[in-house]
């Protein structure tokens, strides 16, 4: 780990289209700051509550999926609204939230493989919510990542690489050029979901504990069917959360679509190379 890069610039300084240019470029951002001392002390204590069960691979890595409907602060950490200002932007609206998860990184941990979150035939442990084609996990950390508690770890520009090692079904133990990204409690990273990533091992004395929930653009759905939300646990999500539990099926396609479709638009700022430049 003393010869890893470590990625710890002045976050806070990158404008809109810098972040832009980041999570595109390289496939992941820090946004740091995004959640105040007490309100991470509120989701600490609604953590502390759950119950987790350990990975396959150890017993010092304790998940809790399924989050969205557990109410409270962590389904109102869904709708947080600086991290959607930014999604926002980055998708040009219409936002879809996929999931939300709980992870605890203990002493002992051995880290996390570096692996991709997206599978564009599907898998056994994404499902076909791995194929969408694209989607942005966004982890928040309720404690300091320092160098010996579990620091993300990411391989930049992974997902824009066409050989045959980027393979998205690949699980890698290391990589010459991974990136250690050391992020202060309360910041979030947030990843291209098919960059490849992963955390160290907790060599520290204390556990990290993680939030992270993912988000799609709405037009870019699976390839096949995945289940619906249930209409009763709908009904009782806040205002504010409920308008990003669209159908998790969307996807805006046209299969049949000609050349010269009526009514095309001369301008697209989206795609604009420029976009990057944005303050």
């Known amino acids: 780990m003393d010869a890893v890069r470590v990625d710890d610039r002045e976050w806070s300084r990158l404008t809109l289209g810098e972040r832009i240019r980041q999570i595109e470029l390289d496939g992941y951002v820090v946004l740091p700051d995004l959640l105040a001392p007490g309100h991470v002390a509120?989701?600490?204590?609604?953590?502390?509550?759950?119950?987790?069960?350990p990975v396959d691979y150890s017993v010092h890595q304790q998940v809790c999926p399924?989050?969205?409907?557990?109410?409270?602060?962590?389904?109102?950490?869904?709708?947080?609204?600086?991290?959607?200002?930014?999604?926002?932007?980055?998708?040009?609206?219409?936002?879809?939230?996929m999931s939300c998860t709980y992870a605890r990184s203990e002493p002992g941990h051995p880290g996390i493989s570096l692996h991709t979150d997206g599978q564009p035939y599907g898998s056994q442990i994404f499902g076909y919510g791995g194929s969408v084609p694209f989607m942005v996990r966004v982890l928040y950390y309720l404690d300091d990542l320092t160098r010996d508690v579990s620091p993300f770890r990411v391989i930049p520009r992974s997902h824009l690489s066409m050989h045959a090692d980027a393979n998205p079904y690949k699980r890698y133990e290391d990589h010459p050029e991974q990136v250690m990204v050391p992020v202060e409690s309360g910041g979030a990273v947030l990843i291209n979901h098919k960059v490849f990533h992963g955390n160290f091992p907790n060599t520290g004395a204390h556990a990290r504990e993680m939030l992270a929930i993912a988000y799609r653009p709405a037009w870019a759905g699976p390839i096949d069917e995945v289940p619906a939300w249930d209409e009763a646990d709908l009904s009782a999500l806040p205002?504010?959360?409920?308008?990003?539990f669209a159908d998790p099926n969307t996807r805006h396609w046209d299969f049949h679509g000609g050349n010269?479709?009526?009514?095309?638009?001369?301008?697209?700022?989206?795609?604009?190379?420029?976009?990057?430049?944005?303050?």
């Open 42 to 53: 509120r989701l600490k204590a609604e953590t502390a509550r759950l119950e987790t069960r």
């Open 260 to 279: 010269k479709p009526a009514n095309m638009a001369s301008e697209a700022p989206g795609i604009n190379p420029s976009r990057w430049d944005r303050r």
């Open 239 to 244: 205002d504010s959360v409920r308008p990003l």
């Open 66 to 97: 399924n989050l969205q409907f557990n109410g409270g602060p962590i389904t109102d950490l869904i709708a947080h609204p600086p991290t959607l200002a930014f999604l926002n932007e980055l998708f040009g609206g219409e936002t879809i939230f």
